[in-house]
């Protein structure tokens, strides 16, 4: 067997129920995209012509127009129900399972950014705090709002070292007779909209974790002269999305506009990114998925005949390094996705780990494309275009908590303590955390842990790491594959006990760390072990599985060997062409319109 004696073999993996469960999301998936149309098509709303004359002009694409009329693709959208995906089941909406909800928003992103920030990610971001410490009937009223059309929009609590671009401050004074707001948020997503709003104030003096709290109001019942809309703010990216601002003057909310207690701020904001970190890099990822296939289009236009086989053998590995990237920060995605499901103790450092690596990577990614491109690279027509929105848009996507350096500071203070009591210790993880499908239990986004109490990832590499090295079965692909992802597998290993040698000196919770450099960098080379880990999670729990590609070694083998140049260890002697093996993939991916990710989901919709 793989798995030395005293690590626990795997359970099986998990069919009854799952293939309906598969078939739905695939289902659903084909929906979003023939709701969306044809991207070529010009009298398209939702089409590549019409998005990016909303994005240079700097216009809405949803909503109204001046004249107060519905534009198009906004009677598109709510046909199709897609604030369904932000609602739990048992309210009477689609919110069941992370990695349903990432894949659906793959669509939209595959498009847009705006697309997909303005339609799933700013409503989920609002609604998360309703979910998790709403009244029964605060989350019944914020579900009939979405499905019936309304819009909702969050006034969010920012830290220290949130952005300046959303720095303003709303207090509250609660009293017998209701809560008094006063302030403002410049930056507001969808503020100009919003039907209703998610607000975080102040509610005591000072920054300790009781200083917030958040409330729930209906914006047709605030007085005029007490609430204040300001107009959008035009930024350079998501050009496409309103960014406005509300001003409270004395305005006074009943006191049933309290979500959860006085106080509770500070928690469910945290609560709230840590779901927001788990789950919206992986949407991200859909422009990504669109960055690859028009490179792979591109170079195949280039190419002899037009067939994208003749693509030369530079530009091949680029593309087989990107492709790779993809699969790596998917692989952090769905562990990160299925620990709050499955594990949500330990879930929150997947949670950081995912939102700090994947924009990296991916941006990282995306720019290596320039060398097939060439000169397109820097055109804004036609799918180059879609293309530029993407790569400029990208940051914006992690605005706030969701960004590098709010995740780099949630992880950094749990660190040390996990270096000390978990990393090489702990027991095998539970191997459905990597499964691409399978039964998951319900979610529950108030239910996971702020701090860790354990590395999954951690223990599974070192598990794999020793399963690899013992010399097991061959069932993993070729002897020279194997051979290579042991010697990459022992790189990873060792550079993790060297990352425990040196966090485990460092004092837990030392604030001081957050801003020294060397502890930074030390966080930075323990998320990139932790994405090789995921990877090797992934093609461990699927070597057996009818994906005769997931299933291979291939593309972990091209994974980690650039997570591992990253980290400066020692690269393996290549005696297989793995690359060339990833490439064919990506032309039969391409050609077959299936999409750039683990699920290899279809229809993707055809360039240009």
């Known amino acids: 067997m793989l798995i030395p004696p005293e690590q626990p073999a795997p359970a099986p993996r998990t069919t009854a129920g799952a293939d309906a469960a598969e078939w739905a999301v695939r289902e659903r998936i084909a929906e979003v995209e023939r709701l969306l149309g044809d991207p070529a098509d010009d009298a398209n709303p939702l089409g590549r012509r019409a998005l990016l004359d909303a994005d240079s002009q700097g216009r809405a694409l949803l909503g109204a127009d001046a004249r107060g009329r519905a534009l198009p693709g906004s009677a598109v959208l709510a046909a199709g129900g897609m604030a369904a995906e932000a609602v739990p089941v048992p309210l009477g909406g689609r919110l069941e399972r992370t990695d349903r909800l990432v894949r659906v928003a793959r669509a939209l992103f595959r498009r847009s950014a705006s697309l997909g920030v303005g339609q799933v990610v700013g409503p989920l971001l609002a609604a998360l705090p309703v979910w998790a410490a709403g009244t029964a009937r605060q989350r019944r009223w914020t579900a009939d709002l979405l499905l019936g059309g309304g819009t909702l929009a969050v006034a969010p609590r920012e830290l220290e070292h949130g952005d300046c671009f959303v720095h303003g401050g709303i207090e509250a004074v609660p009293g017998a007779d209701g809560i008094l707001l006063d302030g403002r948020k410049p930056a507001v997503a969808g503020a100009a909209r919003a039907d209703a709003l998610v607000v975080f104030a102040r509610t005591a003096p000072g920054d300790g974790a009781r200083s917030h709290s958040v409330l729930l109001t209906e914006t047709a019942s605030l007085p005029g002269d007490r609430f204040a809309r300001r107009p959008a703010r035009q930024g350079l990216g998501l050009r496409a999305c309103e960014v406005g601002g509300v001003e409270f003057h004395a305005c006074r909310l009943p006191a049933g506009a309290l979500l959860g207690q006085v106080g509770d701020g500070d928690e469910l904001a945290l609560r709230s990114y840590q779901f927001a970190r788990a789950v919206v890099p992986g949407m991200v990822l859909g422009g990504g998925d669109t960055a690859l296939r028009t490179a792979v289009w591109h170079a195949g236009e280039q190419a002899p005949g037009g067939d994208p086989a003749a693509i030369p053998p530079q530009q091949r590995a680029v593309l087989a390094r990107v492709f790779a990237n993809l699969l790596v920060c998917d692989c952090l995605t769905l562990v990160a996705g299925r620990a709050l499901h499955l594990l949500p103790g330990p879930s929150s450092v997947a949670a950081a780990v995912t939102g700090y690596v994947v924009p990296r990577l991916l941006r990282d990614s995306v720019y290596d494309l320039s060398a097939v491109l060439g000169a397109r690279f820097h055109c804004d027509e036609g799918p180059y275009g879609v293309f530029r929105a993407f790569l400029r848009d990208l940051p914006l996507t992690g605005l706030g908590h969701v960004g590098g350096t709010a995740c780099q500071s949630a992880l950094v203070p749990q660190l040390p303590e996990l270096a000390r009591r978990s990393w090489l210790r702990d027991g095998p993880p539970p191997w459905e955390l990597f499964e ?114 997931l299933a291979g070694p291939a593309w972990l083998v091209e994974a980690l060997m650039g997570l591992s140049h990253r980290l400066g260890l020692p690269l393996p002697k290549r005696e297989v062409p793995t690359a060339e093996r990833v490439v064919r993939e990506i032309l039969d991916r391409y050609h077959s319109g299936r999409s750039y990710d683990l699920y290899g989901d279809r229809p993707c919709p055809d360039l240009p």
């Open 436 to 549: 691409t499908g399978g039964v998951l239990p319900p979610l529950d986004v108030g239910r996971p842990a702020l701090r860790a109490a354990g590395d999954p990832l951690a223990a599974a590499l070192d598990g794999i790491g020793r399963s690899l090295g013992a010399g097991g079965d061959r069932r993993g692909g070729p002897q020279t594959e194997l051979c290579l992802l042991r010697e990459l597998t022992d790189g990873l290993t060792g550079e993790l006990r060297r990352l425990r040698d040196e966090l485990s000196e460092l004092p837990a919770d030392d604030t001081a760390a957050l801003a020294d450099p060397r502890v930074q960098a030390l966080a930075d080379r323990y998320a990139l072990v932790a994405a090789g880990a995921a990877c090797l999670g992934v093609w461990y729990r699927h070597r057996d599985t009818a994906d005769s590609f």
